[in-house]
């Protein structure tokens, strides 16, 4: 930690000597009107910003030198070129209406922008790609502010997890081209349905808080809003390949067309992994697909989407207690058959298998220079099981009738009784836990922007249909007298989840933009039948919520000033109701959320402060246990809140060198009330919300000691967080450091193919950490992650 911090106070205090100079310039249309909101970069260093309502920009600072400029504004050709800066420079960009609509429309009516008064980070593709080997997307922001990432099988590859200020996945918003890919009844998104689909990202922006509306559930921790690949005028190919500890590996080929007769463009990429997993038999087989085609032209945009994955993956989701741990970190429960000399088996298909599919088609009409409207509709389908062997269980619990062996009879006076000399209540058996889902529906924007006023208004219509959730017994130690293909229970859910919002950016004055944005969500859900632990379930709830957002910008010579306030509600979800405690009813939440701070973009220095407070009412805290399926439990805490600062720099004073990172610091609490094994309600006032680190802190130093050759190393600190609400000392993740490593050298010449090479160590000091964990009763079970490891790739582009 101490390191981390020292390399902070480097960033944020080191600068520069020499000739500096500025560069202000307009950017206007063809027909010479301003353009306000253009974005203005220039390109190998920090600097980046948004014209104002005259269509001004102004960059201070800048060394004597040749740069890239780059201007781009929604309808309108990018511009690009280079200048020489030798002194203070005025530019005057025109930019020319587009001969095709752009893919940045899909999405421009969700994503934050240097105008809107949240916080947030926009992650580029090449950013991404630098990161890309075969672990999972979450692994790709584990350096943003305020993340936390995880591994079942400990080496990032099957299933993973990320946190943002303390909350899961569950509380994270995440939207693939505007459609949410959070699964409706869980809230959860399961990253290891849809492998390597950061091959097909064209950037995404993280937005901390409950960020700007967006479609889906609300956001109550972040919102992810993924763009997906864009056309490129010329057609290319990509061949990746990857390999690396645990007998980890990943393949993809990837190809496009380029614009065919200015007007089409097709894509598609195929990818397998494996990996045996850090941990003990935590395999995964994975493949996934991605393919796109449009037809663009100066009005409309029509763009259909299709990817998706298939799954197997070994159980690894019991974790162990620290006695084990001790002994063997990679040990694994799942699976574990018991023999009476006191050994171990393994059920060779103690297996998650499930597969994702997913269908988008969007439709962008240019109804005039200032306004754009998008039409979009989705079809997801999801079908899978997890399958397990079960050591002697009860019939009674599959909803079945004990055997009677050895058939007898005794004579009772005058006559014989009738009776069994064995009785079997118990058995052995594998069953399977299936899913079998549809969710689709429509989504919509329109978007006016003009000079001082920046409107969008939009919504959407999800439906989860006819979702399926059953149960089988495909093999029993003794025969079942029960009907083929017996299923134990079933039950069956619907929802339907509609929403409209419309938001405002307005400058009134130079400098100044104040922004508005409400949001009405109301939500049906209903679920009928018997659940897994034969209970009948009968969940029908209705939702209405309204959620309003208002903050303000000031633009300052220091920097950007922002400050918001918003509102947001959240259902609970499926597991909520399953596995609450009889006679209690899990309650919707509601957010309040404060983000003020100050963001500053210049040549080769950036910097950001940030101060939030998150304050909760029925906030659905994670109590540690986990439920059968290896879902979290959650339960209605009483008064709780989030609050801290968010502090990030990058310095750039050479071409050869940069150095960036990033500091939170939070308090996370809440009152919350437990029933001990004695039926007493036991309450924790003011106690540390549980898997909520106070410090969470990430670093990395950039090197280019020569022409195409690159150098990282990347430094994370995750302070210590409880297990569960009450503070208990036993029930703990430790503080850990960890340091990774990434080398990459690019081979290009003419008429050849560049190829690219990387080789990324991680956790190069070999920490023995863990990086998540559950509670099973009084104890402490935890996740290990894996010791040092590497892996290499090569990318072929042709």
């Known amino acids: 930690m101490k390191q981390v911090c020292i390399l902070l106070v480097l960033v944020c205090f080191s600068w520069h000597a020499g000739a500096q100079f500025s560069l202000r310039g307009t950017v206007t249309g063809s027909n010479n009107e301003p353009l306000t909101g253009a974005h203005v970069v220039l390109m190998n260093n920090y600097y980046q910003t948004t014209t104002n309502e005259t269509g001004l920009f102004e960059f201070q600072g800048i060394r004597s030198g040749t740069y890239r400029i780059k201007a781009s504004f929604i309808g309108y050709d990018a511009y690009d070129e280079l200048i020489d800066i030798s002194s203070n420079t005025e530019l005057n960009i025109v930019l020319h209406e587009s001969a095709t609509v752009s893919d940045a429309v899909i999405i421009s009516a969700v994503r934050a922008t240097e105008n809107t008064p949240t916080t947030f980070s926009t992650i580029s593709k090449e950013e991404i790609g630098r990161k890309n080997t075969a672990q999972d997307l979450p692994y790709m922001l584990n350096h943003e502010p305020s993340v936390v990432v995880t591994s079942d099988a400990g080496a990032g590859v099957g299933y993973t997890g990320l946190r943002i200020r303390g909350s899961d996945i569950t509380r994270i918003n995440v939207t693939i081209n505007g459609i949410p890919l959070n699964d409706p009844e869980s809230h959860a998104v399961y990253w290891v349905d849809i492998p390597d689909f950061a091959s097909s990202i064209n950037s995404l922006q993280l937005q901390r808080g409950v960020g700007s509306s967006t479609n889906g559930a609300g956001a109550f921790g972040a919102s992810m809003n993924i763009e997906t690949n864009t056309f490129q005028s010329k057609p290319y190919g990509i061949v990746s390949l990857n390999a690396g500890s645990f007998n980890t590996w990943k393949t993809s080929f990837q190809a496009g067309t380029g614009l065919i007769k200015d007007h089409w463009y097709f894509e598609g990429r195929a990818s397998a992994l494996g990996s045996d997993g850090y941990i003990d038999r935590a395999s995964s087989d994975l493949s996934s697909f991605f393919i796109q085609g449009g037809y663009y032209d100066d009005k409309m945009l029509i763009k259909a989407v299709a990817f998706g994955g298939k799954e197997r993956t070994y159980q690894a989701w019991y974790g162990i207690d620290a006695s084990k741990m001790d002994i063997d970190r990679t040990f694994n429960w799942a699976g574990a058959i018991s023999i009476d000399d006191d050994s171990i088996s393994y059920y060779d298909d103690q297996t998650d298998n499930y597969s994702q599919n997913h269908y988008q088609l969007h439709i962008s009409r240019r109804l005039s220079k200032s306004v754009h409207l998008n039409i979009s509709g989705h079809y997801t389908r999801g079908k899978g099981y997890y399958e397990e062997y079960r050591q002697d269980d009860s019939f009674q619990d599959y909803g079945l009738n004990n055997l009677f062996f050895g058939r007898d009879s005794a004579l009772n006076g005058s006559e014989y009784e009738y009776f069994y000399h064995d009785t079997v209540t118990n058995t052995d058996l594998v069953r399977r836990r299936w899913l079998d889902n549809h969710y689709y529906g429509v989504t919509w924007s329109l978007r006016y922007q003009k000079e001082k006023i920046d409107f969008a208004v939009g919504g959407a219509l999800n439906k989860f249909d006819n979702a399926r959730h059953f149960g089988e017994i495909i093999w029993a130690e003794y025969a079942l007298k029960s009907p083929k293909d017996y299923e134990y229970y079933e039950n069956t859910s619907f929802k339907t989840d509609f929403n409209v919002f419309g938001k405002a950016a307005w400058t009134p004055v130079k400098a100044l933009t104040i922004y508005a944005d409400l949001q009405y969500r109301t939500i049906l859900y209903k679920v009928h039948g018997i659940e897994s632990h034969l209970n009948q379930v009968a969940i029908n709830e209705t939702f209405q919520f309204f959620n309003p957002k208002l903050g303000i910008t000031y633009q300052l010579k220091p920097g950007t000033l922002y400050a918001s306030y918003s509102v947001a509600h959240r259902e609970p979800i499926r597991d909520d109701y399953i596995d609450a405690v009889n006679g209690e009813k899990p309650r919707p939440e509601m957010l309040g959320n404060l983000e003020m701070g100050i963001r500053k973009k210049e040549q080769n220095f950036l910097y950001s402060f940030n101060f939030f407070l998150m304050n909760y009412r029925d906030q659905l805290v994670l109590t540690g246990e986990i439920n059968d399926d290896g879902a979290y439990i959650r339960k209605n805490a009483g008064k709780s809140y989030r609050s801290g600062f968010e502090i990030s720099a990058g310095y750039k004073p050479v071409r050869y060198f940069e150095i960036a990172g990033n500091l939170s610091l939070s308090v996370n609490k809440t009152d919350y009330r437990q029933t001990n094994d004695e039926n007493q309600i036991i309450t924790y006032d ?101 010791g040092t490891n590497f892996m290499a790739g090569m990318n072929i582009k042709f």
């Open 686 to 786: 003011n106690s540390t919300i549980s898997f909520s680190p106070s410090v969470i802190s990430g670093a990395q130093i950039r090197l280019f000691p020569v022409k195409n050759l690159e150098i990282n190393w990347l430094m994370k600190y995750v302070g210590k967080q409880y297990l569960d609400n009450t503070e208990n000392k036993s029930l703990t993740l430790d503080p850990y450091f960890v340091h990774d490593a990434r080398i990459a050298f690019l081979v290009t010449k003419q008429k050849l193919p560049d190829i690219e090479i990387s080789f990324l160590v991680n956790n190069i000091f070999n920490t023995l950490y863990e990086s998540n964990g559950a509670v099973y009763g009084s104890d402490a079970y935890y996740y290990p992650q894996a």
